[in-house]
């Protein structure tokens, strides 16, 4: 696809006419149409339906849209990776980060970043499900889920992690702790809002899952861990089992450990137009350092 013709289609799409991306390019508008016409011809499909107010997108100029403005990004992303390539890591870098991370691990992180990356501006986001967010402006993404976000990313496991059901000891030498699955619906459940599979079910080791029904459910783990740490009820969660502050680990026990669990990998992707940006590869070694001295 020739980027220029790419560029003018972009510029009247967005702009809605041709006199309208004509005065926001500085480009005639004879070449504007030159170049959508060229494109309409390569691709084989209209791409605008033309008329005495302007343009529209056809669903095929919709799609094209979409995805072309993603390929002008990276296309901009790889022409300042080509320049920065040898240089010495510096420039920003965004991260998107699950919601419910450790708390006492993020300033750990922005403590290597400062000591090792001075030059290089981060900023952090958190969601959900960060695979699955909009990701334009990310160059690192990290997330709990075996569904890789979509496009060029370049993946890298972190840690395995466990997702099961955990209770305080307190409150099951209360309530006594469940032998069976029917002996679930005693007692008071808190959910993770899992990313690929109905929450109000929980994984079986002998695969498949099984239904709950939980009084709560979050996105957030951290919170739930706490959650079976004050007694509250039996909490359903990955868990890393990392040593963190205020978490007394030596208090919380599985539940069903036979029964109920699954095996989850902690990913962290780079999109792979940039990977080989020295702040990403930076960033990226930091993330590594951070869970390799992590006690477990």
């Not at 000591?115 to 960060?130: K, M, N, Q, S």
Request: aromatic share 4%; proline share 7%.
């Amino acid at each position: 696809m020739d980027l220029e013709e790419l560029r003018a289609f972009l510029a009247v799409a967005e702009r809605g006419s041709f006199l309208a991306a004509s005065v926001h390019t500085s480009m005639s508008r004879a070449t504007l149409r030159r170049r959508v016409d060229a494109l309409e011809a390569r691709i084989g499909r209209p791409l605008l339906d033309r008329n005495s107010q302007g343009v529209t997108l056809t669903e095929v100029g919709e799609l094209l849209a979409d995805q072309g403005r993603v390929i002008m990004q990276d296309v901009g992303v790889l022409v300042d990776a080509l320049r920065n390539v040898s240089r010495a890591p510096a420039g920003r870098v965004t991260v998107m980060l699950p919601i419910g991370a450790p708390p006492h691990l993020i300033p750990e992180l922005v403590r290597l970043l400062r000591r090792h990356c001075p030059d290089v501006e981060v900023h952090i986001r958190f969601d959900a499900d960060p695979a699955a967010a909009a990701l334009d402006e990310v160059d690192i993404v990290v997330y709990l889920s075996d569904d890789d976000p979509p496009g060029p990313w370049i993946r890298h496991e972190l840690l395995e992690v466990r997702e099961h059901m955990i209770a305080s000891a307190d409150y099951l030498a209360e309530r006594g702790a469940p032998e069976t699955l029917e002996a679930l619906a005693e007692h008071e459940l808190y959910a993770w809002s899992a990313i690929d599979r109905d929450p109000r079910t929980a994984p079986l080791w002998s695969g498949g899952s099984t239904p709950i029904k939980p009084a709560m459910i979050t996105s957030d783990i951290h919170m739930l861990r706490h959650i079976a740490l004050q007694g509250l009820g039996l909490v359903l969660a990955p868990d890393a089992e990392i040593d963190e502050p205020r978490l007394d680990r030596s208090q919380l026990r599985a539940v069903l450990p036979s029964v109920i669990g699954r095996r989850r990998s902690l990913r962290v992707a780079v999109r792979g137009v940039v990977a080989e940006l020295p702040k990403n590869r930076a960033v990226l070694e930091r993330f590594h350092a951070l869970v390799n001295s992590l006690e477990r």
